[in-house]
Each structure stands twice: as C-alpha cells, then as structure tokens.
C-alpha cells in the first residue's frame, strides 16, 4: 500500500510562498492521478488541486486558481504545490492523495499557518 509523507509547511507572512512536498512510499503513484486536499480548522477537508499522471490534466479549486501550481515527478515518486500570493485563509493542514480519494488512508498532512 502506498504511503504518503507530506512536508514542507510551516508559518509565513501573507503574501508570502511556500512550496510543499508528497513523497510516496511502499509503492509508486502509478499512474493515479494526484491531488492536494486541506482542512482548515472547524471546516471539513476540501480538494485544491490535482494532476494526472502525465500532468496533460490539472485542476484547481477556484480560491486558489492563479496562485498555486502543482507538479509532479513521477520519477521521484513526488507530487508539489507551489503556493504564492498566500492569504490568512489560507491556514490549513494540507494532505495529498489519490484523487479522489476513494477511502483510502490519509498521511499526517503538513501544517501551513499564514499570518496577516
């Protein structure tokens, strides 16, 4: 079963960028598609964007459209998100998965708090 370690969180000013990792481990993404999920404090876990497995599909959730970027390297078994313009909304635990997730487990998420 693949296991999903999400990093690179952490505090930063609005309108500041952070840049977080998905390292998969047990076994590969395959070809799944990925997507980045978050869950702010109180609010239920939402999708903020996916890639297909060769990256020709990508979506993301309007409130960050033009802001965030995902990648993925399927070499290195790694999804990323690319935050920039980041606003006090966007406070969250992060966590990546197949999209959709389907049941399957969640990793720990990384913590991105943004401060105004």
């Known amino acids: 079963q693949v296991q999903l370690v999400e990093s690179g969180g952490g505090l930063v000013q609005a309108g500041g960028s952070l840049r977080l990792s998905c390292a998969a481990s047990?076994?590969?993404?395959?070809?799944?598609?990925m997507g980045w999920f978050r869950q702010a404090p109180g609010k239920e876990r939402m999708f903020v964007a996916a890639?297909?497995?060769?990256?020709?599909?990508?979506s993301y959730a309007d409130s960050v459209k033009g802001r965030f970027t995902i990648t993925r390297d399927n070499a290195k078994n790694t999804v990323y998100l690319q935050k920039n313009s980041l606003e006090p909304e966007d406070t969250a635990v992060y966590y990546c998965?197949?999209?959709?997730?389907?049941?399957?487990?969640w990793g720990q998420g990384t913590q991105v708090t943004v401060s105004s």
């Open positions: 998965n197949i999209d959709p997730p389907s049941g399957r487990p």
């Open positions: 047990g076994r590969t993404f395959g070809t799944s598609t």
């Open positions: 890639i297909s497995w060769r990256g020709g599909r990508i």
